[in-house]
């Protein structure tokens, strides 16, 4: 039995990375200072293995390798999606198999943080390292987000409870506000707690920032909460020394989507003629942002990119899954560490299940479940090391624990590439 110190959970976008992890043999015994998800993803991660397969039938490694190559190299229009839950290493080589067959590459980020990657991309954002938070924030706003239950260690490792060298006292150095239709757990940390109402985001950002202004309002509440209320939040970071916005997908996912991001963006560019004022969107996957940096620098886009001119286009609605899928525009779908069937909207999610679809993941999953194409991998972070980045966009090395039977995500992509290469130069493989 040993310990292994200082490892990276995998599981969401906190990347907590002062893990102890206990192995006995090729077992995990013991997780140390993890919350209940990270606990579970690490003990659990033998529970529900996927087996190599083919249209439901047991198939070597190399058989699945070869069917999968078929498809592919075969596809007129293929999609390949997913890649939230692997290393930046998987993620190097499914750009470099998009770019060789043409196909449309797009991450969970386009069902979740999209319209965040496209506010960004339009105005700028001010923002920050956790580490930033932990030592100088004595403001923090949680808009549209559930920390509590998504990030369950976010609160103590960095926004709320930490203690650092500006805020040595923890929470007593902190003032949390709490902005959201509803109650949560979250409320629970909050100092106050203002309910809006559903999809009035837009129009209270925009109402904050006309406030901060000067320019009077002729209402007396702006979505459900009244004009003082507002005005005081208003005065509250205005006398803090350092603030920071962070915001969920109660924020990117209702209506105005991108736009209520834009709009929170230039509110907190316009705070900093007050304070220290910054901003930072609570990224769930564990490494949902290191797909969006790697597809960015080696295709100049975040997410929803077509391939199929031999360059990089990108339009969110046209080159997204949803879209892709929903418009039954592809014929062949290779998903990644991910579970589209279980999260995307039945039409999307339905077409799937007609097309030839080809599942690379550790773990059994409703994708694995239709697919025609079953290729079990070892999972990044527990049985296969790799780099992740954090949610703050800062990059961290996940660590193999424990052995797997079978190669990494970023193996079985460097094997699908030669072969389709192969394929394309006319030899049989
Ligand atoms: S907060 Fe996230 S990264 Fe940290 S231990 Fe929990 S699940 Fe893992």
């Known amino acids: 039995m040993h310990t292994i110190t200082n490892v990276t959970c995998p599981f969401c976008g906190c990347l907590c990375d002062d893990l102890d992890v206990v192995v006995d043999g090729d077992r995990i015994v013991e997780v140390k200072n993890a919350c209940v998800l990270g606990k579970d993803t690490f003990l659990h991660h033998r529970k529900g293995l996927a087996e190599p397969r083919i249209n439901g039938r047991s198939a070597s490694s190399e058989e699945c390798l070869a069917e999968a190559a078929r498809i592919l190299a075969g596809a007129r229009y293929p999609l390949i999606y997913g890649l939230a839950s692997t290393e930046s290493r998987a993620h190097r080589k499914a750009v470099e198999l998009a770019d060789l067959i043409g196909a449309n590459i797009d991450h969970c980020s386009s069902v979740c943080h999209g319209p965040t990657a496209q506010g960004i991309q339009t105005v700028g954002a001010p923002t920050c390292t956790l580490g930033e938070v932990k030592n100088r924030a004595d403001l923090v706003i949680f808009w549209g987000c559930n920390p509590a239950e998504a990030h369950p260690r976010h609160p103590s490792r960095y926004s709320v409870s930490a203690r650092g060298l500006f805020t040595p006292q923890g929470k007593k150095d902190r003032t949390v506000i709490h902005v959201d239709v509803r109650r949560t757990p ?35 509440e702006v979505g459900g909460v009244s004009v003082e209320e507002w005005q005081g ?42 304070t220290k004022f910054l901003s930072a969107p609570m990224r769930g996957h564990g490494n949902v942002v290191g797909m969006a940096t790697v597809l960015t620098w080696q295709t100049g886009y975040p997410f929803g990119v077509n391939l199929s001119r031999g360059y990089p286009r990108y339009n969110p609605g046209e080159f997204t899954v949803v879209d892709l899928l929903a418009r039954r525009e592809v014929d062949a779908a290779l998903i990644i560490a991910s579970d589209p069937v279980a999260h995307l909207p039945a039409q999307a999610a339905g077409h799937l299940k007609a097309i030839p679809l080809i599942a690379i993941d550790p773990k059994e999953s ?13 999972q990044a972070g527990i049985s296969a090391p790799g780099i992740a980045y954090r949610m703050d966009h800062v990059p961290l090395p996940l660590k193999k ?8 995500d970023a193996e079985v992509l460097t094997q699908l590439i030669g072969r389709i290469r192969t394929k394309k130069s006319g030899s049989h493989v």
């Open 186 to 220: 979250s409320t629970r940390m909050a100092d106050a707690f203002l309910q809006i109402k559903p999809n009035a985001d837009y129009e209270v950002l925009s109402a904050l920032r006309a406030l901060l202004k000067g320019q009077a309002l002729d209402v007396s």
């Open 233 to 274: 939040l208003l005065e509250m970071i205005k006398g803090s020394k350092f603030g920071i916005l962070y915001w969920g997908m109660g924020l990117t996912m209702t209506r105005g989507k991108y736009l209520n991001v834009v709009a929170l963006l230039l509110l907190a560019q316009e705070l900093n003629q007050f």
């Open 401 to 408: 624990v424990v052995d797997s039977p079978y190669p990494s």
């Open 366 to 378: 409703e994708t694995t479940r239709i697919a025609q194409v079953v290729i079990p991998t070892a």
